[in-house]
């Protein structure tokens, strides 16, 4: 491998030097407080494998990734061969297949190394995406982008290494607990059986809850039409079959999705090891390559329990999605109200809706999701008339978004101009027969595939807001990565709106206060000085079940 120092022009300041050991490499050089490489999934496993930690990087793939996007040329090759092939005028080869997650590996430690471009040939890449970064509508957001999304890839690596503990004897106890015995040869277990049994009686047939196509014709038979198996539209039934059918429904969805096999297949060594992807969707937002941990039921999360004398912080970020259209905007009522320590919906309400918080919430929901029909008409115009900026801010993004314009995050993530796929709601890896089945919670929303303009315009709305808070994240685990590197302390969980910190029980203090400083400094990073606050519902608990 080759190493070269680089200044602040992005040239090589000294010559360039070959080592044979990366690992070696790096430790000698304890002083770099940088690293350019091509691609951080490929190189920082190895360091961490060993016992080397890197204080920053710059990941030439991703920041490839970002820029091909903000030029609106989302979807072209990212690899460093195909930007230095774009950069020279040549052929521009396809990115290699994404590897698929085996359960339980470690991987890419045992995977051959592919050495990339030389280095002359890196460093010609590094400074035309320094040059494109200057030609951004934004450039030093835009640089601040990378940066972050560089360090989201080295907490993604981290918490692969470290792994989110796990208790398999309690899960174990939980499962025996919901399901009852398992049956040889890998049938459904005591419960669920006994629960198809039930709903079989209810229609005096045999019949397979587990096949909607069954059921509905089941229904049917029974003189009652259904479009679907969907929990909200069977729950209003009026038959014998509904209760056992929806108990099995949600058991027969932990047998499979965190199960036995899942168990035996995901946890080992007291820890769950899925793989994070930092960045894994168009809005930033992070996803998992297997073992569904972006959705884990709160029953099965009775299983997350910390080492013997450790603690876990639990961390969830308050109506964050509601404060950052509050920054982006700069509306100056919703920004006054965003600033205030009482809750950020009950305060709307009193500006606006009388009192009533449930109108509030489902008025700024709306105005981010686009649910404009019915009453959220109504209280769409009663936001419109209390915080007018941060109504037209969305808006105009959803015009854009339907006029097939680039819509941009604060920061510069840039939603692509032609109909795409959001995969927020996680991997495709795990079975998921009724997606409307699957936890909804604050700021989801479920993923599309659309041509449709309207659709467009409703995804552009929610990805300024949305996108812009995944930026925001990504400042918050570099600052909480940076405060935790003088502790015992490990990162092991993230999702959009919460993280989970393993710590010591005497560092838990000290952790929650990081947290605290992590979210003020990643607000004033990202979105300059506002009175916009970032508070965090924090727990310190043995069991993650505990923290909600």
Not at 321 to 334: M, Q, T
Not at 402 to 411: K, Q
Request: net charge neutral; aromatic share 6%; proline share 7%.
């Amino acid at each position: 491998m080759e190493l070269a120092a680089l200044g602040p022009d992005g040239l090589p300041v000294g010559p360039v030097v070959r080592e044979a050991d990366l690992v070696a490499a790096v430790r000698r050089r304890p002083g770099v407080r940088r690293w350019i490489w091509r691609s951080t999934a490929e190189v920082y496993p190895r360091l961490l494998a060993a016992g080397v930690r890197v204080e920053r990087c710059y990941d030439v793939e991703d920041a490839e990734t970002l820029l091909l996007g903000h030029e609106g040329r989302h979807g072209e090759p990212r690899s460093a061969a195909a930007a230095l092939a774009r950069l020279r005028g040549g052929p521009v080869p396809p990115d290699p297949p994404q590897r698929s997650a085996a359960p339980g590996a470690q991987s890419p430690l045992f995977e051959p190394e592919d050495a990339g471009p030389p280095l002359a040939d890196l460093l010609a890449v590094y400074a035309e995406q320094q040059r494109r970064h200057d030609r951004a509508e934004h450039p030093e957001r835009m640089r601040l982008l990378t940066a972050a999304e560089s360090a989201g890839m080295l907490v993604a690596a981290e918490m692969n290494r470290a792994g989110l503990p796990w208790s398999a004897e309690v899960h174990r106890a939980v499962l025996h607990d919901l399901l009852g015995e398992r049956y040889a040869g890998g049938g459904e277990p005591r419960r669920l059986a006994e629960l198809a049994d039930e709903v079989s009686a209810a229609f005096g047939r045999r019949v397979r809850p587990d096949l909607p196509a069954d059921v509905i014709k089941a229904f049917a038979q029974a003189g009652i039409r259904i479009r679907s198996t969907r929990r909200w539209e069977i729950e209003s039934i009026d038959h014998p079959a509904v209760k056992p059918l929806v108990e099995y429904k949600k058991l027969y969805r932990i047998w499979v999705a965190h199960g036995w096999s899942w168990l035996q297949d995901w946890v080992r060594d007291g820890r769950f090891r899925p793989e994070f992807l930092a960045g894994g969707t168009v809005t930033g937002r992070w996803v998992t390559n297997g073992g569904g941990a972006l959705q884990i039921p709160k029953v099965i999360r009775r299983a997350v329990v910390a080492d013997p004398g450790w603690r876990l912080v639990v961390a969830d970020a308050d109506q964050m999605e509601p404060r950052v259209l509050a920054a982006i905007s700069r509306d100056p009522g919703l920004m006054e109200v965003a600033g205030r320590e009482t809750d950020l919906y009950q305060s709307v309400s009193d500006r606006a809706f009388s009192g009533d918080r449930a109108q509030a919430k489902l008025a700024v929901l709306g105005a981010v999701y686009g649910q404009t029909s019915g009453d959220g008409l109504k209280n769409l115009a009663a936001l419109r008339r209390r915080f007018p900026k941060a109504v037209a801010y969305v808006d105009e993004a959803a015009r854009a978004g339907e006029e097939g314009r680039l819509v941009r995050t604060w920061l510069g993530r840039t939603c692509p101009p032609a109909a795409g796929t959001d995969t927020s709601g996680e991997e495709a890896g795990i079975p998921q027969d009724d997606p409307a089945e699957q936890p909804a919670e604050e700021g989801w929303t479920p993923g599309y595939a659309s041509t449709n303009a309207r659709a467009r315009g409703r995804f552009a709305r929610n990805f300024v807001v949305q996108g812009s808070a995944a930026d925001w994240a990504l400042l918050l685990l570099a600052a909480l990565r940076r405060t935790c590197a003088d502790m015992a302390a490990e990162l092991v969980f993230f999702q959009h709106d919460e993280v989970i910190v393993h710590c010591p029980q005497e560092e838990a203090e000290a952790v929650v206060a990081a947290i605290r400083e992590a979210a003020d400094l990643a607000g004033r990073l990202t979105f300059g000085e506002t009175p916009v606050r970032f508070p965090f519902t924090t727990a310190v608990v043995e069991c993650y079940a505990d923290a909600k």
